[in-house]
């Protein structure tokens, strides 16, 4: 039997109070369920549905954690390419926003905390097995968790490491003003070794400051 998975976002503010009489008429037994588990919250949650009943339910998020624009667009990527991307697990400073596209072959994330100006931001693109280093740069050997290698250098606002995972180049970079934040070649390597440690979903493993 199949089973599909949907991504339902239920935004559901307690000053509304009960939704209108045709709009709970015309919501199915199911749904009208899980609008009375969800009210009065504003969650993000994976519905597994088998035989038109609801099997499971799986919180992914509430609508406020800016970390479901990440989920967006790497299953945006995903669909298009059949291709898993690696995600921070850690983060040197706390997050205020999130914010990625898809573009072509590339996908690129950008995770920010606007009050200190500290700037995560990952590029991802398909390589032919070797690591493209940009030109008049000097980038050291670094080694990283589960026995890979990459290349760390200094930018303008920071640090850049580039490394390869699955015939995919990631080039994430630790920006910051160095007035409020001031990034550090150790806190990107352990962003990345993070992002190497696991496979599994997020919040499972995720260490955050």
Known sequence: MNIKKSILIFLVVLALGAQSPTYTKAMNEEMRWFHQLSKGIAFTWEVSVKNNKISMIKVISDVANPHMNEL?????????????????????????????????????????????????????????????????????????????????????KGFELIFLSDNMQYSVKLLGDNKKYKPSKKELIKVVNWMLFTKEPRGMYWEDN
């Open 72 to 156: 967006i667009v790497i299953k945006e990527y995903k669909e298009k390419f059949n291709k898993e991307i690696l995600v921070p697990m850690h983060f040197p400073f706390k997050m205020t926003h999130v914010n990625g596209k898809v573009s072509g072959k590339k996908i690129f994330l950008q995770y920010q905390n606007k009050e200190i100006s500290g700037v995560l931001g990952i590029q991802v693109e398909p390589t032919a097995g070797e690591i493209t280093l940009p030109k008049g740069n000097m980038y050291n050997p670094v080694s990283l968790n589960k026995g890979y290698h990459g290349f760390i250098g200094k930018t303008r």
